[in-house]
């Protein structure tokens, strides 16, 4: 995959072709699933317009998972003939939860709208901003590339008159489910040993520039307009039985108002109970009579005595939110978003974000200091941001990881923390290292971790509810091994008692030890 700069006053191509003549390729399958299919696909771009500022638009919940220009090590065979099992087996050797889709719902739409609903998960899951419209022009043209086998063209405005900044195209043949579609683009686009068990036709060998090109063009982060602004995002799919069934996607931006012909938005989604908004961060009351969940959409829910002190539930967001921290005397919280946007309730005061910051990767996690006057944003490669009386003691920023930081948690002995990796690996800066998993091999990521009210140890959750103790942290039980309704996401210490909670995306909570359920 290339991109070419243009300048503003460029004109963009009439039409974007394939950047190599694609070919019918064959590959292997598990024997478990349906008979081998031919599958071919490819990837174009269009490079952003000289009329951007400079800045990125980055949002989610949980992990971020693989982003460009980094790449998975190698394809993944699909463990599963159901796609979105096989999606949701794939995305988690990412530490990337499952998709929190209603299959029968999503499924019973069309495939346009399949399309736009698979590949914003994939962005979202990931702390990127979604493509928030459906249009009726870019189906269209959508649909020529399917119809002709081929990447989609690309128009030079949205109805209404905005001009395009950036737009990327995928497409593939021989294939006619959204799912299987995603799944090729997203975890079987590198090379795959020899050219005929390569499904990507640019990715001519195994040090191609063409490798997943797919997946970089799902997963771009979109440069910012004028004065930081967010973009526009907008989309269209289409498919066509022509070659055995024909799926095509165009991705644009654009730096003026929506565009007039939105068939779907990506906010009506979540009230058609067909995507749901995950719980992506707990916090407790220090006397442990009650907590909060926030979700990705800002939504904040509180029980037991826990007073609910607002939200940004309804509120435009330019990123999903990723953690909740409240204040030391549960009298307000703060919640953070995946740009590191800072939105503070109750007593919680803001001491600044990186909201406008160009950020290598998306903030993951957040922390605040044992007097509530200041606060620590980590984000998925370690880098570290300090505000308010949060010293910074150091970070992974710019060190090679062998999996992305999902979490931190402070040291109230020292002032220090802890940084926690998908792996269980822990990074301590001014504070003790009691232990971590880094070198076991775990059924599922960590997502969190808490540490105790004294600084003389932590624990992990991983996905699956799995709990990890280390230093005087004591264990009193976990949810691993029972069949959840939908993945934990993270965890929160009950300090009263030394007990702790787990949450689930769906917003289930376990509690443990003296925890008590509300």
Partial sequence: MTTTPVTANDALPSAATPLRVTRFLSRSVPAALASPRRVRAAACVLASLGVIAAGTVSATAGAAGILPPANPPANIAPSSGDWLSAIDAASATEGVGPMPLSESAVEALPVPEQLFIVINEERVDRGLAPIQYLTTQLNSYALGGANAQTDPSFPTTLSGGAPLTWGGAVWAGGIASALEADYYWMYDDGWGGSAAATTDAPCTSATSAGCWGHRDVILHTFS????????????????????????????????????????????????????????????????????????????????????????????????????????????????????????????????????????????????????????????????????????????????????????????????????????????????????????????????????????????????????????????????????????????????ATGGYWLAGTSGIVYNFGGAASF
Wanted: charged share 10%; hydrophobic share 45%; net charge negative.
């Fill in 224 to 495: 910012s307009c004028a004065g930081g602004a967010a973009p526009t995002l907008s989309m269209g799919a289409a498919s066509s039985p022509t070659g055995g069934g024909s799926l095509a996607a165009i991705m644009v931006s654009t730096c003026a108002a929506p565009p007039t012909d939105v068939m779907m938005s990506w906010s009506q989604l979540s009230t058609q109970g067909i995507v749901a908004q995950k719980v992506v961060s707990m916090a407790a009351l220090p006397s442990g009579t009650g907590y909060w969940a926030a979700a990705s959409d800002g939504a904040v829910s509180a029980f037991g005595s826990a007073a609910n002190l607002g939200s940004m539930a309804g509120q435009s967001l330019n990123s999903p939110i990723v953690a909740l921290a409240a204040t030391p005397d549960g009298g307000g919280y703060w919640l953070v978003a995946s740009d590191g946007g800072i939105f503070t309730f109750g007593d919680a005061k803001f001491y600044g974000s990186t909201g406008n910051l160009v950020l290598h990767k998306p903030i993951v996690g957040m922390t605040a200091t044992p007097d509530g006057a200041g606060y620590w944003l980590v984000a998925s490669d370690g880098g570290i941001f300090s505000f308010g009386d949060a010293k910074f003691s150091g970070s992974m920023g710019a060190k090679a990881l062998n999996q992305p930081i999902v979490g931190m948690s402070v040291d109230p002995a020292t002032g220090g923390y802890w940084l926690v990796a998908s792996d269980g690996g822990i990074f301590s800066f001014n504070a003790p290292f009691f232990g971590s998993t880094g070198a076991l091999r775990l059924n599922k990521p960590i997502v969190g971790m808490e540490a105790l009210g004294n600084g003389e140890g932590y624990r992990f959750v991983a996905s699956d509810g799995g709990v990890f103790c280390f230093g005087q942290a004591a264990f009193d039980g976990s949810a691993g091994g029972q069949a959840l309704a939908a993945p934990v996401s993270s965890m929160a210490p009950d300090q």
